[in-house]
């Protein structure tokens, strides 16, 4: 056995570990119409650890290349929704190894859709559906089950109804107000569920609805605006979900000074900048809502 390391001034800490992002891909084969899933997990644990870091005692660690194949031995029999799969995953450790009490599962989920053929959608060929990400991380303490959904890349532009005037003007301001402007974002959104007897496609599918119609529908004043509205109309929606959180860019298009060449520019030609660029971030929450951090522990990239 490992000499104990001991100190007179540290502590072992809060810690976790697993196994990062695995490739996942499942076929439904049962019928000739094949169906496609693409998941990246992540396998993170909880418990009693400390003697691994403190005495190099390895006889509570699961290997992380055990932690890889339990996502592939699960999946063999079906990996349902990201939130079932993450799920499944939690219960399964917590179950199986006395010693660990919680953990942290986290899964993307890749689109495919079919390719498009003279004779209709074909059976077993797709292609990859842009950058959007749907994402779910799952979080155990003990008996306590959170569930956080959400999606990211999720990118949109609306070519009118949107302005941004009456902000602050000082010494250091130049941007100019504008009362017709491109308005485009990249959507980075978790939502907090409060149950986990769900409908999680549906749930999502109508979420990802009520953003875009807000988005796409709703004059906007300044992103944080349309952020608010889109958040509001959500909450209103789906009871199940106990507050969301934005993380939005601002993807400026500035109008391009056509006068050196002798043309005027009626808000037509634009400089699409990739950065520096605003960043709008927020949580729209119900009033009665009991706060959870546990259940954002570790969701990096809002605020």
Known sequence: MPDTTTSDIAVLGENQYGKAEVRLVRIERETPRHEITDFNVSSQLRGDLDAIHTDGDNAHCVATDS??????????GGVGTPEE???????HFTSTYDWISGGRWEIEKYSWVRIPTGAGEHDHSFVKSGTEVRTVVVQ?????????????DLTVLKS????FVGFTRDTYTTLAEATDRILATDVKARWRYTRTDLDFDAVFDDVRRLMLEQFAT??????QQTLYQMG????????EIAEIKF????KHHFLVDLSPFGQDNPNVVFFAA???YGLIEATVQRKDATPEPRAWATVTGFC
Do not use: C, I, W
């Not at 932690?67 to 063999?76: D, E, F, G, I, P």
């Not at 799969?85 to 219960?91: D, H, M, Q, S, V």
């Not at 155990?140 to 990211?152: I, K, T």
């Open 218 to 223: 709703q004059h906007s004043y300044a992103l």
């Open 85 to 91: 799969f993450a799920l499944r995953l939690g219960e």
């Open 232 to 239: 509001v109309a959500v909450l209103e929606a789906h009871p």
């Open 67 to 76: 932690q890889k194949n339990t996502v592939y031995s699960l999946a063999r």
């Open 247 to 250: 993380s939005m860019p601002n």
């Open 274 to 276: 990739d950065r520096p």
């Open 160 to 163: 009118t109804a949107s302005e």
């Open 140 to 152: 155990r303490d003990g008996e306590d089950v959170f569930v956080v959904a959400g999606l990211q």
